[in-house]
Structures are given as structure tokens and as C-alpha cells.
């Protein structure tokens, strides 16, 4: 095992986002100046950075959680001010309201956009009449966006380079320890197994579905987490749906919407998108699970319950499947909601472990990071 020399103040682990992000955030705003990003994969932003719904949430899609659907409201004009190049606003976007099965009807729906401070107005006939009317109690046009990863990472590689944060792909780690003099000691693996040990002040666990496997004295989170193996179909839309992003919201609600790192559409739903789920166990990696599984696509019945509600789906054109771990807190299954994780851990003092459940929770992440003393170790003030 090789050793490094110098002391890192910070190692990320994880290359997505919120990896990047915080990785950027510690060396711009925090004054971190030897930071070592690591990510298993060849590119950064390639894993559920990439293979998700790409939308950018503005509360229409948590009537049950009126924390979630507030946060986004107020996160979302940041993140197109932020990413506004990575940000893509040109497409119509509605919400029908089913008449079974959901769990909000269509007063309660206004209701509650209103009270979030939600753009809402009731959209054309035209638009209406894409729907069977049977089934659909109302159609709203609303103000919800979609992100490309492609340019998000393109702006990451560049954000990195500049800061001086040293990254290392195709590289995993396998145990955090505490080192002598309160310093953290991170195993590196790199894809040729060869192994290299790391010393530092600080570590950012964002490993997202594998926040929890690692070795050494690392704990686990206290909060508890499930796991879901999903399928997100990419699909050529219709002409007449090409400009559009439309989630109806029934019991088993599905969304189709813009995904513009491939200039298609994703499909998801509630019944289909998910294969299986389990909860998150220490030595059970979610990773390997995905990466054994046949990916047969569930997309034939996506299409058909769809088809019933939105009849043009059925002329789209299905090119293939995303398939990916999504990965969310057991207490929000109930409610829909998407808080974010953010802890430390006591056991190993300097290292934190940090999961979202959109992107534009990225600034919840930033404000916990604000109130944090990074004094102890570093002698950053």
C-alpha cells in the first residue's frame, strides 16, 4: 500500500453533484486548499447524477410534504441562476389531476400551489384535449424545468481544475479510520486493486447508495435508508408531445419529461420505475445488486397505463432504459418527502456523511456547511 505525504484537508468521496459541488464549495468559500475528490466511476456525474428524470423542482410534485415542495420553491430560482446554461425552460409543462386514485384532487391541488407561492393557471383546451376526459379530472400549466448533466459536468471539470482540487477517477474507498493526531484515514482502491492510504482533516462521505460501505471505524448513518433499483425509459415523444413535460398525478402517478443530455424524454412510474427495493444493510452493495441484474425493460407497461390516460404516448418511440439505485430515507416513504441527510459522526470526529433527494437540495447541504467550525484541524478560519 502506497502512502501519500501530504496531509489533504479534505477527501470527497464521490464524484456526482453534490460531491463536486461541496467539493468546490470547501475550496471557494471555505478556504480548503489540498482537497482530493475520488470517484469509482471513468467521468464525474455519470452515475444518478445522470441517470434520473433530470427535473429541476419547483413543490408541484409533494402535495404530502409541504417542507419538500416549500424547499424547492425557494431553491429553484437559485439553481437556474446558478446553472442557468445547464438549465433547459423552453417546453410546455402540465400537471392533470386524475379523477380516481389520486391523492389530491384538483381544488386541493390550486390550494396547495397557491399556498407555496407556485405559478398555476388552468391550461388551454388544446392541451385538455390531449387527456381522456374520463379519467383526467383538470389539466394546469405550470413552471418546472429540466437540467442536461452533460453540461453540469462539463462546468464541474472546469470549476475543479480551477480550484486546484486534485481528482481521482476510477478509484473507490474501502475504510475510514481515525489516524493518529486527530487526523482521518481514508484506503483508496484503484481499479487495478492496488491500494493507497490517505491522511486528512475532514471527510465528505456523498457516496449515495453506497453512503454506508466502508470498513475501518466508520459507523453507518443513523438514519436509515431503503433502496429501490429503478428504470427510467428514454423515449423519441410524439410530435405533438415533443415540446412537453406532463405528470399526471393519480395513485400510480408517472411523469414523461425532457431529458436533455440525449434530446429525448424520460418515462417514469410510480408502479414500473421501481424493480425492487430493500433496505440498506452494511456489506450488501447496492452497486454490485444493480450490476448482476438482467434489465429487462418494463417499458410495454409503462406505455399502457399511460397510453389510457395521455392516448398520443402510444405513438412514441422507445430507444432504451436508464436503469440506476435510487436511494431515500425510510421515515419519507410516507409522505413523499425529500429532506436531506446531513450528519457527523461522532466516532470519527471530521467526517460527515451527506445524502439529497433532488439537486436542488444542494442548497440545504450549503447552509448546514455555513453553520460548520472547520477551524479544529485546519487552522482555516
Known amino acids: 500500500m502506497s502512502m501519500m505525504n501530504i496531509d489533504q484537508d479534505a477527501i470527497i468521496i ?33 452515475r444518478a447524477s445522470y441517470n434520473n428524470q433530470a427535473r429541476v423542482h419547483n413543490g408541484y410534485h409533494y402535495p404530502r410534504s409541504f417542507t419538500t415542495a416549500y424547499r424547492s420553491r425557494v431553491n429553484l430560482p437559485k439553481f437556474i441562476g446558478d446553472w442557468s446554461d445547464a438549465v433547459k425552460q423552453d417546453f410546455t409543462k402540465l400537471y392533470a389531476i386524475a379523477r380516481r386514485n389520486s391523492k389530491t ?54 470549476e475543479l481544475g480551477e480550484c486546484g482540487i486534485q481528482i481521482r477517477i476510477k478509484t473507490s474507498v474501502s475504510a475510514i479510520s481515525n489516524g493518529p493526531n486527530e487526523k482521518l484515514e481514508v484506503i483508496l482502491k484503484s481499479s487495478d486493486q492496488s491500494e493507497e492510504l490517505l491522511t486528512c482533516n475532514y471527510v465528505f462521505n456523498c457516496a449515495y447508495s453506497g453512503l454506508n460501505q466502508f470498513k475501518g471505524d466508520f459507523p453507518g448513518t443513523q438514519t436509515e435508508l431503503k433502496h429501490e433499483l429503478t428504470e427510467m425509459a428514454l ?75 395521455l392516448p398520443a404516448i402510444l405513438d412514441a418511440k422507445y430507444i432504451e432504459s436508464l436503469f440506476e439505485i435510487k ?8 409522505d413523499d418527502g425529500r ?7 461522532p466516532e470519527l470526529p471530521g467526517c460527515y456523511s451527506i445524502l439529497g433527494g433532488k439537486i436542488d437540495n444542494i442548497y440545504d447541504v450549503l447552509e448546514k456547511l455555513d453553520i460548520e467550525d472547520f477551524r479544529r484541524t485546519t487552522g482555516i478560519v
Open 14 to 46: 464521490g464524484g456526482g453533484f453534490y460531491g463536486v459541488a461541496i467539493a468546490i464549495y470547501l475550496a471557494k468559500q471555505r478556504g480548503f486548499k489540498r482537497v482530493v475528490l475520488v470517484e469509482r466511476e471513468a467521468e464525474l456525474l455519470t
Open 235 to 309: 423515449v423519441q415523444a410524439p410530435p405533438i408531445l415533443e415540446k412537453m413535460g406532463i405528470t399526471v398525478m393519480d395513485g400510480p402517478f408517472f411523469s414523461m419529461m425532457p431529458f436533455p443530455a440525449r434530446g429525448l424524454h424520460t418515462l417514469s412510474h410510480v408502479r414500473f420505475t421501481p424493480h425492487m427495493h430493500w433496505n440498506d444493510e452494511k456489506g450488501i452493495d447496492p452497486y454490485k445488486k444493480l450490476s448482476l441484474y438482467d434489465r429487462a425493460t418494463r417499458v410495454d407497461r409503462m406505455l399502457r397505463d399511460i397510453g389510457r390516460y
Open 105 to 158: 384532487t384538483a381544488k386541493q391541488f390550486v390550494r396547495f400551489c397557491r399556498q407555496i407561492g407556485a405559478n398555476i393557471e388552468p391550461a388551454p383546451q388544446s392541451l385538455h384535449a390531449l387527456f381522456e376526459p374520463k379519467l383526467i379530472e383538470d389539466v394546469f400549466a405550470v413552471e418546472e424545468y429540466v437540467f442536461d448533466s452533460t453540461k453540469l459536468a462539463a462546468w464541474a471539470e472546469k
Open 339 to 345: 429532506p436531506i441527510l446531513f450528519e457527523r459522526h
Open 327 to 334: 436511494t431515500i430515507l425510510v421515515k419519507s416513504e410516507g
